[in-house]
C-alpha cells in the first residue's frame, strides 16, 4: 500500500544540523542519505540514484555550488534545493543561474523545507508525466522541446534546462500579456525578488537566441510583465 520512498541526498557540514533534519524527513516517510562534505555527497550521488538533493553552501573539500555543477552535468532535472547561512543577493542569484530550483536561509522553519520539498517533487512528476510535444514553429526558428533545441537554417542550438521551460512557457501564451507573478509561480513555484532577476537573465539570453528573426520579440509590459509576439499566421 505505501509507496516506494522518496530518496533525498542531503550534503551538510553541521552534523547536529544534519541529523536534526534527517529525523524530520525520515518522520515524513523520506529517505536520507547525509554527507558531511561535498566530495562524499558528489560519490554517492554517482552511486545511488535519488530523487531530490539538498545542498549546503559552505562545505568543505567541494562547496554547494560546484557540487550542484557536478550534479547538473549528470542530470539536468533532478530538484535542487541550496540551504544556506549566506543571505546575500549575489549568492542567491548566482545559484539560481547554476540551476537550483530553490532556496533556503538558515535558521528556517522544517515544515517550510518539507513544504518546498514536496512541492518541487509534485512539479517534477507533472513534468515527466507531460505527453510528447510535437516541433514548435516560432517564425523561422523550430522549437524542439523534447531535445531542448531552437533550430534556425538548419543550424541547431541547444538550450538549457530553465530556457526550455520558459520558452515552452512563452511559446503557450504567445500574443497576449503574460503577468510576471504567474509565470514565475508556475516556472518556480513562488514569486520572489531573486527568481525576478534571474527570471530577466533568462529573458535576456532568449532574445539573444531569436534575434535573427525581426518578426518575433518578447516586450516588456511595465508593471506587468511580457508579450511574447509571435506572427499569428505561424503555429
Known amino acids: 500500500m505505501p509507496k516506494s520512498k522518496i530518496n533525498i541526498l ?10 536534526l533534519l534527517c529525523e524530520f524527513l525520515n518522520a515524513e516517510n523520506f529517505s536520507v542519505t547525509l554527507c558531511d562534505d561535498g566530495e562524499k555527497a558528489l560519490k554517492a550521488f554517482n552511486t545511488f540514484p ?16 560546484e557540487l550542484a555543477k557536478a550534479i ?50 509534485r512539479r517534477t512528476h507533472e513534468n515527466e508525466s507531460k505527453t510528447t510535444i510535437e516541433i514548435i514553429a516560432l517564425g523561422d526558428y523550430l522549437f524542439d522541446y523534447q531535445n531542448q533545441s531552437l533550430t534556425y537554417n538548419g543550424i541547431i542550438r541547444r538550450i538549457t534546462e530553465k530556457e526550455n521551460e ?19 509561480k508556475n516556472l518556480w513555484g513562488k514569486n520572489d525578488y531573486f527568481l525576478g532577476r534571474s527570471l530577466d537573465v533568462f529573458i535576456t539570453k532568449i532574445r539573444k537566441y531569436l534575434k535573427d528573426d525581426s518578426s518575433i520579440s518578447i516586450e516588456n509590459v511595465f508593471g506587468v510583465g511580457f508579450i511574447f509576439n509571435v506572427p499569428n499566421n505561424l503555429h
Open 72 to 121: 547538473r552535468k549528470k542530470n539536468k532535472t533532478i530538484p535542487i534545493v541550496f540551504i544556506t547561512a549566506r543571505s546575500l543577493k549575489e549568492d542567491k542569484l548566482k545559484g539560481y543561474d547554476i540551476g537550483a530550483d530553490d532556496y533556503i536561509t538558515k535558521p528556517f522553519e522544517v515544515d517550510e523545507l518539507i513544504w518546498k520539498i514536496k512541492a518541487l517533487l
Open 50 to 65: 535519488f530523487d531530490i538533493c539538498l545542498l549546503d553552501v559552505m562545505m568543505p573539500k567541494l562547496d554547494g555550488f
Open 10 to 19: 542531503l550534503a551538510e557540514d553541521d552534523k547536529n544540523l544534519g541529523l
Open 166 to 184: 520558459i520558452l515552452f512557457y512563452l511559446s503557450n501564451h504567445r500574443n497576449q500579456i503574460i503577468k510576471r507573478d504567474e509565470m514565475l
